[in-house]
């Protein structure tokens, strides 16, 4: 029994058909953690990625550091750090945020290393447009730049998207619900977990399938040059 | 040491560009060697020599494109300087915004921007600088009938030829009013049978007595035609400059000679 939900074993189809809403209440958990955490690391590869074309070395440099000491350590070591070191220094965030945050925050350093590969990609000649043009920063970044790269990127970054979909099931080590973590505990009240968790894999494959569908679809519809500015 | 003929000494008494003293140096490589030189407002000067000679580097130091490591610029009244040695920009970004703003350019590989419509490539550097859109489209429309291009507004540069392409890219430049406007090689790029319209629209350019034009280019016929002063250049320093007429049929120094015979050859 689970969120007052009874399984009944008599046969597989039964049990399979009464855990299925509860696999289902895990599958929310996961599919908005992978999502904020995928938005997140969206954002953060690219300031990443900014910060370090910084032309001030203090600021490039330490953004270097931080992103290859991301990418360098474990996801579960700066998990459990977050979850159960940061509370010694008064820092208590809820294990949703600390995992999602976590998440994002591993990813951005490879998103931030995708940005950096389309950003480099872009022509000389269109930063020299750009500055006979006499563009900020801003503008040069917000509409030559970002909008040519985009479709450059879509392809790794759909790769990253699905692969941190794949990789939730970590968040259950700081006591997060999520879809694995609640067959894992069926499993063990019922002691049957050969169907739960092929439930939980065909979910996942079902999801990724989904997921990887769509962003090729992306892909062809965005036209090779960019985003169309008219 | 560059030359420069008394003529032109005097014609640049309030010159609009002004390069004093100004050495580039790639890595060992010097490109310009203690350059001095003078334009004069709405002046139209061609600047031709072997490749490798430095006169494309000319026009991308004007543009900012390129540090150089000596001597001083001085742009429509905005000096800048480089102390010596360092090999990177030291002046501010503002003051450099400051330079910019007196000047467009075109490039030999047109360098349109391919995700913006022909309209948008036009109006982005005026809407960037706070021109409200109406306005800016306006503009954008008169300058692509002055190109001869009024109908492809809303086509994006991969659905033009080359010289169209070029035409847009010139739009482009002269949408923020430059005082000064620099060709690099503009038809270099182009198939022979398009040179022609790109050179019309520059030559009918060339009668506006306000712009002042630099042109780097092969197309000798054009730059005998179009300008006031032609400058030949050889190994960073201008070897021979003066009136196109008599440069091209009477060079006086045997560089000049032997460059004009292999060119008109």
Known sequence: ???????????????????????????????KAALAGFAIAIVMGLVFALLRRSRIRAVSWTTAFVVEFLRDTPLLVQLFFLYYVLPDYGVVM??????????????????????????DAIPRGQWEAATALNLSRLTVYRDIVIPQVVPRIVPAMGNYAV??????????????????GLANMIGEQTYQYLLPLTMVGLIF???TLICSAAIHQLERRLPKAGVPLK | MA???????????????????????????????????????????????????????????LMTLEPFQEGTLTLGGHGYHQPGGAGAFRASEK??????????????SFNLFPHMSVLRNITEAPRAHGVPRAEAEGRALDLLGLVGLADKKDHFPAQLSGGQQQ?????????????????????SALDPQLVGEVLGVIRSLAHEHDLTMLLVTHEMR??????????FFNKGRIVEQGDPERMFRSPEHPETRAFLQSVLA
Request: net charge positive.
């Open chain 1, 94 to 119: 809820p294990a949703f945020l600390t995992g999602v945050l976590a998440l994002g925050l591993q990813y951005s350093a490879y998103t931030s290393e995708v940005y950096r590969g389309g950003i």
């Open chain 2, 95 to 108: 003051h450099l915004r400051a330079i910019r703003c007196n000047v467009g350019m075109v490039f030999q």
């Open chain 2, 167 to 187: 035409r847009v890219a010139i739009a482009r430049a002269l949408a923020m009013r430059p005082r000064v406007l620099l060709f690099d090689e503009p038809t």
């Open chain 1, 163 to 180: 692969a941190m979909f794949k990789e939730t099931p970590v968040l259950s080590v700081i006591t997060i619900l999520e879809m694995l």
């Open chain 1, 1 to 31: 029994m689970m969120y007052g939900l009874a399984w009944d074993t008599s046969t597989p189809l039964a049990f399979a058909t009464s855990i299925l809403p509860i696999l289902l209440i895990g599958l929310t958990v996961t599919v």
């Open chain 2, 222 to 231: 054009f730059a005998r035609e179009v300008s006031d002063r032609v400058c």
């Open chain 2, 3 to 61: 030359m420069q003929s008394p003529a032109a000494v005097a014609e640049a008494a309030a010159p609009i560009i002004r390069f004093d003293g100004v050495t580039k140096r790639f890595g060992a490589l010097t490109v310009l060697d203690d350059f001095s030189f003078a334009v004069a407002p709405g002046e139209k000067v061609t600047l031709i020599g072997p490749s490798g000679s430095g006169k494309s580097t000319v026009l991308r130091i």
């Open chain 1, 205 to 207: 494959l079902l999801l």
